[in-house]
């Protein structure tokens, strides 16, 4: 059979990258992550959708070289239409559009939601299957906190959600408040790993169902700084290990209770986690753990398959072309896109 060969573009947010795929394999992922937010401590709209249109090209050419990929093979073109900033989806959406008119190829829109979930299909050796149906998913990112259900590639239900701040943003802003650099999880969870996670305690939130909230952290560890440092100016330099141990394992607590309290309710006991988050070691071990305790089988995709990047765009592109589920020229960018 005729191999299906697919370029995915994703622009949602602030990397740009482009991938092709051969079936559910990866041939190329390329990504290029900006790194002019850093001084800004925040992903910029405007700034980001700038960046876009420099890189897009380069990054389309870079991902066709790698995949040792003439564009005339090309049997789709799958490009993220939503959730994300406007400004930044339009770019990929645009270039997609046109791409796919040049080429008379057909073009397919993809969920970016959906795909974080479907990134668990990507072909890697020996494991190209994913979880098997129902499973639940935990997508945890700078932009998303979601448990969803997934019963089919195609048929997914969001169990719960956060209320304000997503998981990464909630150690981003405590990374701040403790004088780190953006982005600061990465190194809470550096510190993390040399400190002791019962020395400092902070109060889980109390929220119903399977929803989340981590606003009400980022204010408690802000009054504990502030009371901690009137008393001695050198409190964060002297605890910093312990302080970045305590809140990551408050938060991999919250995370994991709710999936426990998920698992529970639908008697589903397939765990895939997805996301720039599921990088962090307290809630790898904390998995694992309940791997143990719980019985789950869990799925994490590669750290790259994980933060954003065209590959997962590129696997939804492949289950849609099977089913022949294609976009017209009159699909416009979403910014709010439900699952
Ligand atoms: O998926 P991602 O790369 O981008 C989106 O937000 O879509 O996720 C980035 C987020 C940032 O908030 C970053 O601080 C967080 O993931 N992050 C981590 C870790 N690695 C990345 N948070 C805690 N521990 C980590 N090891
Ligand atoms: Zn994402």
Not at 283 to 303: N, S, V
């Amino acid at each position: 059979r005729e191999k299906i060969n697919i370029l995915a573009i994703e622009s949602s947010c602030d990397d740009t990258s482009a991938a092709v795929l051969r079936g559910k394999e990866v041939l190329s992922n390329v990504v290029a992550t900006q790194k002019i937010h850093e001084e800004y401590g925040g992903v910029v709209p405007e700034l980001a959708s700038r960046a876009h249109q420099q890189h897009i090209v380069p990054v389309v050419h870079q991902a066709l070289a790698k995949a040792n990929m003439d564009k005339r093979e090309l049997s789709a073109i799958a490009f993220t239409r939503g959730p994300g900033l406007m400004g930044s989806l339009l770019v990929g959406t645009s270039f997609a559009k046109s791409l796919a008119m040049g080429l008379s190829v057909p073009l397919i829109e993809v969920n970016h939601m959906q795909a974080h979930i479907l990134a668990h299909f990507i072909a890697e050796d020996g494991d190209g299957d994913g979880p098997q149906f129902p499973f639940l998913a935990l997508t945890i990112s700078g932009g998303h906190t979601q448990i969803v259900l997934v019963r089919d590639y195609f048929d997914m239900e969001i169990l719960g959600e956060t209320l304000d701040d997503a998981v990464g943003e909630a150690f981003d802003k405590s990374a701040k408040l403790l004088g780190l650099p953006y982005p600061g999880g990465p190194l809470v969870d550096k510190y993390a790993r040399q400190g002791n996670p019962d020395v400092f305690s902070f109060p889980k939130p109390k929220v119903k169902g399977l929803d989340f909230s981590f606003s009400g952290l980022k204010t408690s560890i802000l009054y504990f700084v502030q009371r901690e440092t009137a008393k001695d100016p050198d409190f964060i330099k002297k605890n910093l290990k312990d302080i970045c141990a305590s809140i990551q394992k408050t938060i991999t607590g919250i995370l994991v209770d709710k999936l426990k309290k998920a698992s529970k309710q639908t008697g589903i006991d397939r765990i895939a986690i997805g996301g720039g988050v599921s990088a962090n070691s307290g809630i790898r071990k904390a998995l694992q753990q309940a791997e143990k305790d719980e019985g789950w089988t869990t799925y994490i995709p590669k750290f790259e398959y994980c933060t954003d990047n065209a590959a997962m765009i590129g696997i939804v592109g492949y289950f849609k072309y099977l089913e022949g589920s294609f976009a017209d020229q009159a699909v416009s960018a979403k910014a709010r896109y439900g699952i």
